[in-house]
């Protein structure tokens, strides 16, 4: 997928020149301005790739000129690369978002957290799988039964067709089917598992309930296995790029947050009628 430039923020490349101007005043000048004319790092999609030919050195030179170059530009190439996964990330939440507001539009309620046996109660399917005709994956969800568990024999073959916006772009690698999109359910949490809930029941706001978040802990993307919510215990952790995380809100925001953050907080965030003011979070 590709993003508008002021989603992603500022060119990696073209910032590139900034990182090796720190290398004006040493004896690898020459160098240096040869790899601010043609950069050997090249951005496609999430991943970076280096080309680059070392000129001939004598071989009574003490240290490569090309090495210090190089070793001088992996800071930079490491914050390159994190800016690029989270910009990636937040765009995987944002289309999250949208489509579940999509699926509001149609059905006058966000989807249950699961699709449940209407006889037993039991999940069977996540609700990954409930909005597949909103992130453009109408074909893939006519496949599934749903009225079978998600690792029956059938569903289960499904499984390691896992959409793009699924895959997150610091921890999976494609043909992975494990997803790190999950959201908080029961105990006024945004989402009950086996009912819609409607957005007036958000009387704290929806730009103050967190819908989606990146947790560290990866589940099979049609797995209805999501994160039940108690108010009384501990939160799971969250995935972290450069020690942060980013959340959907139920507005349909996308904000990051530094980690760790106070738990108590996002609590707060997480329950969407608990009448309690939040403090500003850092």
Same mark, same amino acid.
Request: net charge neutral; proline share 6%.
């Given at each position: 997928r590709v993003f508008p430039k002021d989603q992603v923020g500022a060119n990696p490349l073209t910032d590139l020149p900034e990182f090796l101007a720190a290398l004006a005043g040493?004896?690898? %000048?020459?160098?240096?301005?040869?790899?601010?004319? *043609?950069?050997?790092? /090249?951005?496609? &999609?999430?991943?970076?790739? #280096?080309?680059?030919?070392?000129?001939?050195?004598?071989?009574?030179?003490?240290?490569?000129?090309?090495?210090?170059?190089?070793?001088?530009?992996?800071?930079?190439?490491?914050?390159?690369?994190?800016?690029?996964?989270?910009?990636?990330?937040?765009?995987? %939440?944002?289309?999250?978002?949208?489509?579940?507001? *999509?699926?509001?539009? /149609?059905?006058? &309620?966000?989807?249950?957290? #699961?699709?449940?046996d209407k006889k037993t109660g039991k999940p069977l399917l996540s609700w990954r799988v409930t909005i597949l005709p909103y992130i453009e994956q109408d074909a893939l969800y006519k496949q599934f039964k749903l009225?079978?568990?998600?690792?029956?024999?059938?569903n289960l073959k499904l499984a390691k067709n896992m959409p793009n916006v699924y895959l997150h772009p610091?921890?999976?690698?494609?043909?992975?089917?494990?997803?790190?999109?999950?959201?908080?359910?029961?105990?006024?949490?945004?989402?009950?598992?086996?009912?819609s809930v409607k957005i007036p029941t958000f009387t704290d706001g929806t730009s103050n309930t967190i819908m989606v978040v990146e947790a560290e802990e990866p589940v099979v993307w049609t797995n209805p296995n999501e994160l039940a919510f108690d108010p009384t215990k501990a939160l799971p952790k969250m995935l972290s790029i450069d020690g942060k995380f980013s959340a959907a809100y139920c507005d349909g925001s996308v904000r990051t947050f530094k980690m760790p953050i106070d738990q108590e907080i996002l609590k707060l965030l997480i329950q969407k009628n608990d009448g309690k003011l939040i403090p500003e979070v850092p």
């Open positions: 040493l004896a690898i %000048l020459n160098e240096a301005e040869n790899l601010l004319k *043609n950069p050997p790092i /090249t951005l496609a &999609g999430t991943s970076l790739k #280096a080309d680059y030919t070392a000129p001939q050195i004598s071989s009574n030179a003490l240290i490569p000129t090309t090495a210090i170059a190089i070793g001088m530009m992996l800071p930079a190439v490491a914050k390159v690369r994190e800016a690029s996964q989270r910009a990636t990330s937040m765009n995987n %939440l944002k289309f999250i978002a949208l489509s579940m507001h *999509n699926y509001e539009l /149609t059905y006058n &309620g966000f989807p249950a957290a #699961a699709i449940c009225d079978e568990p998600w690792d029956s024999e059938h610091k921890a999976n690698k494609p043909g992975d089917n494990k997803t790190h999109y999950r959201l908080f359910y029961g105990k006024g949490a945004a989402f009950e598992l086996d009912k």
